[in-house]
């Protein structure tokens, strides 16, 4: 297992977590229920993120 599946790894258990509290972080945290937009923004940009960390060959 390369540095790169174990981050992404990571990255999705905090991703996964993130989608379950209903509050992510990027600059500052942002709610579900407060600003939907800016969080399914910052989940969709953290789960590109995590899924490149995939497909990066070192």
Do not use: H, N
Not at 5 to 25: A, P, R, T
Not at 26 to 43: H, V
């Amino acid at each position: 297992m390369t540095i790169g599946m174990i981050v992404g790894s990571l990255l999705l258990l905090w991703l996964v977590f993130d989608l379950f509290s209903g509050k992510v972080y990027l600059w500052r945290s942002y709610e579900r229920s407060q600003e939907p937009g800016a969080y399914w923004g910052t989940m969709l940009l953290w789960l590109v993120i995590a899924l490149s960390c995939f497909f990066f060959w070192y």
